[in-house]
């Protein structure tokens, strides 16, 4: 019996990726036997990958209920309310879930007996590294976000000599040493900037000072301590609320902050409050990776 594995088309229309594409899909059509890939209509086109790409890789381009009528279903985002009515009983379904920030969704996928796998639960594990698809994400997240503020930033990243005289390197703060901070860091580094960088856990400071970067100490200890995969876990409330007040003149000195701290199963933390935002010169930018989070 034929496996069937189905790619939908995204519904959020900010989101323009998609779960499998052509060439992924070919290698499975070589290895697996007896395999149907069912494309919905236009899934790739926001990644610029067209219906005849996937034909061409011996998919079958289908209408989306015949996308959401296969055995497999791959997605990025989590599914909404009419695609979870249109899945049921044995089906399974791969992607980004969120399971512990929507647990209503988790909920109503299980009891219409679909099977889900959320590849952000994925543990950051040597065995488990090809499967880290969040990881992936997150330092693509972060690379972007230093792109985009040094587009927007209406100076320049490196330290410039000309003849009409010096332009100072930009100063770029990096909220959080994950694997999208750490990108962050990196990149703004490689653009010339001057990079400090902040993250709760005490054990990241080696990390950022080995991309160049100064680490951001604050004047109370609110070391965190780590789960199993290297996430944060939530700090004490008392010392999440002094957190923004600490942080205010490091952001006010800064050009570009780029936020990326999260703690899984929770709400962002408020690293930024207004008062620190307004006492940024004019021109600074803000990238919140963490914005969908909280």
Do not use: W
Not at 87 to 98: I, Y
Not at 205 to 218: I, K, P, Q, T
Not at 268 to 280: D, Y
């Amino acid at each position: 019996m034929a496996l069937s594995i189905g790619v939908p088309r995204e519904t959020d229309p900010d989101e323009t990726r998609v779960a499998l594409v052509p060439s992924v899909a070919d290698r499975l059509l070589a290895t697996v036997d007896d395999l149907e890939i069912h494309v919905e209509e236009g899934a790739g086109q926001g990644a610029y990958h067209e219906d005849a790409d996937y034909e061409e890789a011996g998919c079958s381009v289908v209408g989306r209920e015949a996308a959401l009528g296969a055995d497999l279903i791959t997605k990025v985002a989590p599914p909404s309310d009419e695609e979870i009515d249109g899945l049921g009983e044995g089906q399974v379904l791969v992607g980004f879930l969120n399971p512990l920030g929507q647990p209503d969704t988790a909920r109503a996928l299980a009891e219409r007996g679909v099977t889900t796998l959320a590849m952000e639960l994925i543990p950051r594990i040597s065995r488990a590294q090809k499967l880290d698809a969040l990881s992936a994400m997150s330092s693509i997240g972060g690379y972007r976000a230093v792109i985009q503020a040094a587009e927007r930033l209406p100076t320049f990243f490196p330290l410039l000599t000309t003849a009409a005289g010096t332009v100072r390197p930009a100063d770029v703060l990096v909220l959080g040493a994950g694997v999208a901070g750490l990108q962050a860091i990196a990149t703004a580094k490689r653009l010339g900037a001057r990079v400090s960088g902040y993250d709760i856990r005490e054990p990241t400071r080696e990390e950022v000072e080995s991309l160049g970067a100064d680490f951001v100490e604050l004047e109370v200890d609110i070391d965190a301590d780590q789960d199993e995969s290297g996430y944060a876990e939530e700090v004490e409330q008392e010392k999440q609320e002094r957190q923004p007040e600490l942080l205010k003149p490091h952001i006010a000195d800064a050009d570009v902050v780029v936020s990326t701290a999260l703690i899984p199963g929770q709400p962002a933390p408020l690293l930024i409050n207004e008062t620190a935002v307004k006492a940024m010169d004019p021109g600074s930018v803000i990238v919140d990776l963490a914005a969908p989070n909280g």
